[in-house]
């Protein structure tokens, strides 16, 4: 079965600085990721997935992930964080897109004013 | 319409209690699903209705019996709960089968078991 690791509980930035969620996958067939977060007491927010295609993937509010085939891995960034990016974020993955999406444990990001 | 509303937001209720969630969205997903949520962990997959038939069932004890009466609306009725039922239940929408795409969230009912 499919799943995802988050290796970091937290993950702690100035404002302004560049960060970095990591997401590392396993999955035996073709694998769909994406980035979730969760504000508290809220449901997820889609952020961005990657299906095919380019390995850099764009999505809301500046942030973009990089899909690396070699390294299993689906990190999270964005070039200058915001204090309202402190939120929990987590990585998810669907197999062959069957309608079985995996969490990871979540990481807390904190952005410092 | 592009969310999936979930109702209560709160929900307090004894063990002998029968309650009911509630999920609706108008977006045309055929695919409806109910995760359970407990604090500071990831969602974990309960159910999973394709084209209003149960596809998924992760095992979840019979206190929780889910209902999707038509494309738009899906049910959880709760009985005789136990105190570590306690958690956020989320209920998401996703394409059918075969598109790709990724899963739309409410908001979730905040469940308390006394």
């Known amino acids: 079965a499919q799943s995802v690791a988050q290796p970091e509980d937290q993950v702690n930035v100035a404002e302004g600085n560049p960060l970095t969620v990591k997401c590392t996958y396993s999955?035996?067939?073709?694998?769909?990721l994406f980035w979730y977060v969760q504000y508290p007491n809220r449901g997820l927010q889609f952020l961005l997935k990657?299906?095919?295609?380019?390995?850099l993937v764009k999505g809301s509010y500046g942030f973009e992930a990089e899909f690396n085939k070699s390294q299993t891995s689906f990190h999270l960034k964005k070039p200058s964080a915001l204090v309202s990016d402190s939120a929990l974020y987590f990585c998810?993955?669907?197999?062959?897109?069957?309608?079985?999406?995996?969490f990871g444990a979540g990481t807390r990001l904190t952005v410092k004013p | 319409d592009t969310e999936v509303t979930q109702t209560p937001k709160h929900l307090v209720m004894g063990m002998t209690n029968k309650k009911s969630l509630k999920c609706e969205q108008h977006?045309?997903?055929?695919?409806m699903y109910w995760y359970k949520q407990k604090a500071k962990k990831p969602p974990e997959l309960m159910f999973v209705?394709?084209?209003?038939?149960?596809?998924i069932n992760e095992s979840v004890p019979s206190r929780f019996s889910p209902e999707c009466p038509n494309s738009s609306l899906l049910n959880l009725h709760l009985h005789a709960l136990q105190p570590e039922d306690s958690a956020l239940y989320l209920c998401?929408?996703?394409?059918?089968?075969?598109?790709?795409?990724?899963?739309?969230f409410g908001s979730g009912t905040r469940l308390t078991v006394v």
């Open positions: 998401a929408s996703s394409q059918a089968t075969g598109v790709v795409g990724g899963y739309t």
């Open positions: 209705y394709s084209y209003e038939k149960l596809s």
């Open positions: 977006m045309g997903h055929r695919a």
């Open positions: 999955v035996s067939g073709n694998p769909y």
């Open positions: 998810a993955v669907r197999e062959n897109n069957n309608n079985d999406m995996r």
């Open positions: 990657y299906i095919t295609g380019d390995n």
